[in-house]
């Protein structure tokens, strides 16, 4: 049997997929380390992991959003297909949830290594961040200026066998 799966419902379940993921090992993390926390570094590698997490992270959203605006910018003023610009689109927020994501990741990792919270609470500032970059349809529509006709099509665009 086969269903019918639009371009924004697609978008929205790797969207879903990616904060699911990352909601998921934090609060293993979290668990993990209630009951006994756990030092692997020692207090100074621990200082040393902290800077670069703080860096990796303020990089990778600074770079990732200037990728994210300047792919999307690309895509709204192409004159290809909406198929097209929907998949410029689509491939402009995966790069973006992945700056977003594997900073957060880092951090996860920092407090499992470490447990300080202050790698928890970056984890969940990015985990914050991934929940407001939600693809929302409307939004899409104005960013990429489709028009009914485009949007009828994108919405019936993808098939999945199940």
Known sequence: MSKLRDSFWILKMIHLCVLTGTS???IISLLIT???PVTIVNESTG???QVVAVV???SSLFIGFGLFKKKIMAAR???DPAEKRMERYRIA???WWTMIEAPGLFAIAGYLFTSNLAFFFLAALHILILLLFTPRKGNIILL???NNEEVTHLERK???NS
Request: proline fraction near 0%.
């Open 47 to 49: 200082k040393i992991l």
């Open 144 to 146: 990429l200026n489709f």
């Open 158 to 160: 993808e098939k999945f």
């Open 93 to 95: 927020c995966i790069i």
């Open 34 to 36: 209630a009951n006994s």
């Open 77 to 79: 003023a192409s004159i």
């Open 24 to 26: 998921i090992f934090a």
């Open 56 to 58: 990796f992270s303020a």
